[in-house]
């Protein structure tokens, strides 16, 4: 069974930082490619950023260019969300997702974590 796990999630303050972690089991995500979702009270769940399975291309919704940043590990078969800057806006429930297209990591992807809460106070 393929699981992504998720960690790092909490209540900070406007400005701070936090730093997501992803681990997947199951099978290699060598050649996957990886991201994250996020789900507000109330809102739909929205895409956040994605890498690709080389680490070579990223992407990011326009609401977090310039303040997140997407990594993966050198196994593939984790990754990491650096938020810096964080805005009460961002508070969500933070999913990882993966999945063998890039393309369909940005939109509908195949595999999911359980969530983490990330709670932005003003």
């Known amino acids: 069974q393929v699981q992504l796990v998720e960690s790092g999630g909490g209540l900070v303050q406007a400005g701070d930082s936090l730093r997501l972690s992803c681990a997947a089991s199951?099978?290699?995500?060598?050649?996957?490619?990886m991201g994250w979702f996020r789900q507000a009270p109330g809102k739909e769940r929205e895409f956040v950023a994605a890498i690709n399975y080389n680490s070579d291309s990223t992407n990011y919704a326009d609401s977090v260019k310039g303040r997140f940043a997407i990594s993966r590990g050198n196994a593939k078969n984790t990754q990491y969300l650096q938020m810096n800057s964080l805005k009460p806006e961002d508070t969500a429930v933070y999913y990882c997702?993966?999945?063998?297209?890039?393309?369909?990591?940005?939109?509908?992807?195949?595999?999911w974590g359980q969530g983490t809460q990330v709670t932005v106070s003003s």
């Open positions: 997702a993966a999945d063998v297209s890039f393309a369909r990591m940005r939109t509908n992807p195949t595999y």
């Open positions: 199951g099978r290699t995500f060598t050649t996957y490619a």
